[in-house]
């Protein structure tokens, strides 16, 4: 999913001819903490609400400020995953994005890419979440999509994250039932471990009782 998809419609930016107090006016009616400075089309950078704050006079001119304004954009043909990496890295309310020709064309907030993740994740849509611990070297998604798909049920999303000190890895990956009773079956007989399961209708301390039954009954 592109940035340029979920830009903000709310208009966030300053221009270098307003003055501090209409932009410390504008970090109060948006709640956050940064906006971009826009001259014309031209993105000139970034300005802080501690930067405004600073400032010795509100009736100041954002030009006649006496410091350099942070140049982070991204470009609205990347992905919103960079997107997620620069929030996290920067710590900011926003990002301001621009075109191809270098044109300002808005920015994604926080909200926006919330709900752009979601989204991208299927977290919209109703069905279980299975989450698997595995060797890393046992990773295999296409052998894991093949046993869940041959239960009549579709993937949505997946995700890999790396157990903190170990070489495992937990695997999560969400479908399109809630009954996945067979799913999980099918897993267990071919030794994956199923670490925790949500949105399934029953508790997660089910999770070994249900495995044991099913022992039980191969067993018969």
């Given at each position: 999913m592109y940035i340029g998809e979920n830009l903000s419609t709310r208009y966030s930016e300053v221009r270098p001819t307003d003055t501090v107090a209409l932009a410390l006016d504008k970090v109060n009616e948006l709640h956050v903490h940064?906006?971009?400075v826009v001259k014309g089309k031209e993105y000139l950078g970034l300005i802080t609400e501690e930067d405004l704050l600073s400032a010795e006079d509100?009736?100041?001119?954002?030009q006649d400020l006496k410091f350099t304004f942070p140049f982070i954009y991204l470009f609205d043909y990347?992905?919103?995953y960079d997107a997620l990496q620069f929030l996290e890295t920067y710590q900011f309310d926003l990002l301001p994005i621009i075109n191809k020709q270098k044109e300002y064309v808005g920015v994604l907030t926080q909200k926006d890419l919330l709900r752009a993740v979601n989204q991208t994740l299927s977290n919209q849509d109703?069905?279980?979440?299975?989450v698997l611990e595995m060797e890393?070297?046992?990773?295999?998604l296409t052998h894991v999509a093949h046993i869940i798909e041959s239960e009549n049920t579709k993937i949505l999303s997946t995700g890999v994250?790396?157990?903190e000190n170990s070489t495992k890895v937990e695997l999560t990956i969400k479908v399109n039932k809630n009954n996945i009773s067979s799913v999980l079956a099918s897993l267990w007989r071919h030794d994956y471990v199923v670490?925790?399961?949500f949105n399934d209708g029953s508790d997660q301390d089910d999770i070994q009782d249900r495995y044991n039954l099913l022992m039980n009954y191969l067993n018969i």
């Open positions: 940064q906006l971009p509100e009736g100041l001119l954002i990347q992905h919103i109703k069905g279980a979440i299975i890393d070297r046992d990773n295999s994250r790396m157990i670490k925790a399961t």
